[in-house]
């Protein structure tokens, strides 16, 4: 199996290429996209283009990436405040390889 | 599945699967409101505690709504109940189907449970208005809203303030109102009648804030449907699916535990 390219930057650098297909490219040439940058603050993202993205990831990454799990231990305030670095975060944890030796 | 062609429009889908075994999981559908509604309402409150509760979830944005199509006709309720029944028979559900819904999602779900009863097993409605003074309500005011869009051109103005979100919810709103059939639809339905109400099999709970303006839906559903529940939360009014969401979510855990065999408190999701 191919070795995904699993640091921040490459999961930070995925997921604002699928934002651009989200919010448009101008308005991600207006916010420079890093890890504090919160989706609902910043990127006015609505919770229906969440939903969107949480599609795209799930294509993107096939079953490695669990975002409804993820959302599912926040309140709706909590996923209003995420920022860009939380999930980044989640996804490469997600694809972070096993452990040797590690019990499956 | 993220898109399916149902009576002939295309729905935005987002199904969520309990935890293992979901085989002969029982079905919920969540239905939602009128116009600035969609799936993500119900997605980031009540879906998944259902689903961790062992429900099969269905979520579908409405036609017109959320990221399903726009069609310029077809908004009445008999159509939505249609759309509904049409996405069931593509994602192959034959079961009764525990219906959850907001506001205008009720009236489809109505119409759903009276033209085919077999398709639905439970309905927990929130905030539903079916009294006969709804149909001139929701026009009257909807007409108002559609003015003022395409007269003042608040969606461009918005857009030139860089407030994307609103110009974006603008833009919408205006489509919908402007560019359908949508209020003329709506305009035109029947209400429903206490007769037709009687004729309700399945089991139905109402919940409703104790400020809302449909206090009389409430006394009509409990009035005339044979199993109904009603369920009043102090200190609310029409928004209680964002201002109360946890309240909501033991009601409905509660519910569907009777009436659908799902756990009462949702199972907390490992980390």
Same mark, same amino acid.
């Not at chain 1, 920022?83 to 989640?90: K, R, S, Y």
């Given at each position: 199996?191919?070795?995904?390219? $699993? ?10 290429? *699928?934002?651009?297909? $989200? ?29 969107? *993205? ?21 309140? $709706? ?9 939380? *999930?980044?975060?989640? $996804?490469?944890?997600? *694809? ?9 | ?14 199904? !969520? ?41 269905? @979520? ?70 079916? =009294?006969?003074?709804? =149909? ?21 103005? !918005? ?16 489509? @919908?109102?402007?560019?359908?059939? /949508? ?11 206490? =007769?037709? @109400?009687?004729? /309700? ?12 303006? !449909? ?46 065999? @799902? =756990? ?8």
């Amino acid at each position: 199996m191919a070795e995904e390219a $699993i640091s921040p930057e490459a999961v930070l650098a995925e997921l604002v290429k *699928l934002l651009a297909q $989200i919010v448009g490219d101008e308005m991600l040439i207006e916010v420079e996209v890093g890890p504090a940058t919160r989706f609902n603050e910043d990127l006015a993202l609505e919770s229906i283009e969440f939903v969107a *993205l949480a599609e795209k990831l799930q294509q993107r990454y096939g079953g490695r990436v669990d975002f409804t799990a993820f959302v599912a231990e926040m309140d $709706i305030d909590q996923i209003m405040a995420m920022t860009v670095g939380q *999930l980044v975060d989640h $996804i490469s944890s997600c *694809l972070a390889p096993v452990q040797p030796g590690a019990v499956t | 599945m993220a898109e399916v062609v149902a009576n002939g429009v295309r729905l935005h889908v987002q199904r !969520l699967a309990p935890p293992a075994p979901s085989e002969g999981a029982p079905v919920v559908v969540f239905v939602h409101g009128l116009i600035l509604d969609n799936l993500s309402s119900f997605y980031y409150t009540l879906a998944n505690p259902v689903a961790l509760a062992g429900g099969d979830v269905i @979520l579908y944005d409405l036609r017109g709504h959320g990221l399903s199509e726009v069609p310029a006709t077809g908004y009445t309720t008999h159509q939505a109940a249609s759309d509904l029944d049409g996405l069931l028979d593509c994602l192959e559900v034959s079961t009764p189907v525990h219906l959850v819904t907001n506001s205008y999602g009720g009236l489809v779900a109505l119409r759903l449970a009276l033209a085919h009863p077999e398709r639905v097993a439970s309905l927990l409605a929130v905030e539903v208005n079916c =009294t006969d003074d709804w =149909t001139e309500l929701m026009a009257n005011t909807l007409t108002v809203i559609a003015l003022a869009l395409e007269h003042d051109g608040i969606a461009t103005a !918005l857009a030139a303030l860089g407030q994307r979100r609103m110009a974006r919810t603008a833009a919408l709103a205006d489509n @919908l109102l402007n560019g359908t059939t /949508l209020i003329d639809d709506l305009a035109s339905e029947r209400p429903f009648t206490p =007769t037709e @109400l009687a004729r /309700l099999t399945a089991p139905v709970c109402v919940f409703y804030g104790e400020h809302t303006e !449909l206090l009389a839906s409430a006394r009509l559903l409990e009035a005339s449907v044979p199993s109904c529940h009603l369920e009043i939360v102090p200190g609310l009014g029409h928004t209680v699916l964002r201002e109360a969401t946890d309240v909501l979510r033991r009601v409905a855990l509660s519910w569907l535990a009777d009436q659908a065999g @799902l =756990t009462a408190e949702a199972a907390t999701p490992t980390i």
